[in-house]
């Protein structure tokens, strides 16, 4: 443990950093009754308008939007 002001942090060995993938990452504290459980923050869709946004639009397919919905079956 570490004293950083009224409070107190912990030093993680970088093997274990690794190894739970919490490299770069924010983190979250849960209590539990058997002590702290420190994981890795993920937010799995942060990044999806980003994604979404480099992909474009795709040009619509007027043929088909226009298409007598009779003469497709």
Same mark, same amino acid.
């Given at each position: 443990?570490?004293?950083?002001? $009224?409070s107190q942090g912990i030093?993680?060995? =970088? &093997?274990?950093?690794?190894?739970?993938?919490? @490299?770069d990452c924010e983190l +979250? !504290?849960?209590?539990?009754?058997?002590?702290?459980?420190?994981?890795? $923050?993920?937010?799995?869709?942060?990044?999806? =308008? &980003?994604?979404?946004e480099t992909l474009g639009? @795709?040009?619509?397919?007027? +043929? !088909?939007?226009?298409?007598?919905?009779?003469?497709?079956?």
């Open positions: 443990m570490v004293k950083i002001g $009224n030093r993680i060995p =970088k &093997a274990f950093i690794e190894k739970a993938k919490l @490299e +979250d !504290l849960t209590l539990m009754e058997q002590g702290l459980l420190i994981s890795a $923050n993920l937010k799995p869709r942060a990044d999806w =308008k &980003a994604q979404v639009v @795709e040009p619509l397919d007027s +043929d !088909l939007l226009n298409a007598d919905l009779n003469s497709l079956s």
